[in-house]
Every structure is written in structure tokens, then in C-alpha cells.
């Protein structure tokens, strides 16, 4: 078995690199907010502690126009609320 530097054992639970990010609803409610208060995405990101291409890739639906916005909003929780 491998062991850290500190000789404790090491046991390979996952693969390389760092784990994926997971999007929380709260987070979710600060990129609405603050895109609807006008933020550019850089801010947002460093907002929450992301970065730009992660916000971009996990809030989609946050980021768009406010048109568009509330009914793909719905239709997602339609769908989570399916699962």
C-alpha cells in the first residue's frame, strides 16, 4: 500500500486532477442576482470562487437574457423535480 509523506496509508479513491464542480442552488441564486444587477462574468466567477470558463460551463441558464431566462428556468425545475 502507498503511503504520503507523512507515512500515513494513501488509498486511490479517484483518478487524477481536481475533483469536478458541483453547482449548489445557492450559488445558483448569487450568479442570478448578480448578473441581473449588471456584473460582468468576471465578477460573478470571483464572486463565488470560480473561474470564468467554469461559470460559463455550469451556469448557462443563469448567464442568459432575462427573456429567455425564466422559461428555461422552469422547464429545468420541471425536470429536476421529475427525477
Do not use: C, W
Amino acid at each position: 500500500m502507498a503511503t504520503d509523506l507523512f507515512g500515513e496509508p494513501v488509498t486511490a479513491s479517484r483518478g487524477p486532477g481536481r475533483p469536478r464542480y458541483v453547482p449548489t442552488d445557492r450559488d445558483r441564486a448569487t450568479v442570478a442576482l448578480l448578473h441581473a444587477a449588471g456584473r460582468t462574468h468576471l465578477e460573478i466567477a470571483a464572486a463565488i470562487g470560480i473561474s470564468h470558463p467554469t461559470l460559463l460551463l455550469n451556469y448557462p441558464l443563469e448567464l442568459e437574457s432575462s427573456s429567455q431566462s425564466g422559461r428555461r428556468r422552469e422547464q429545468r425545475d420541471q425536470a429536476k423535480g421529475e427525477s
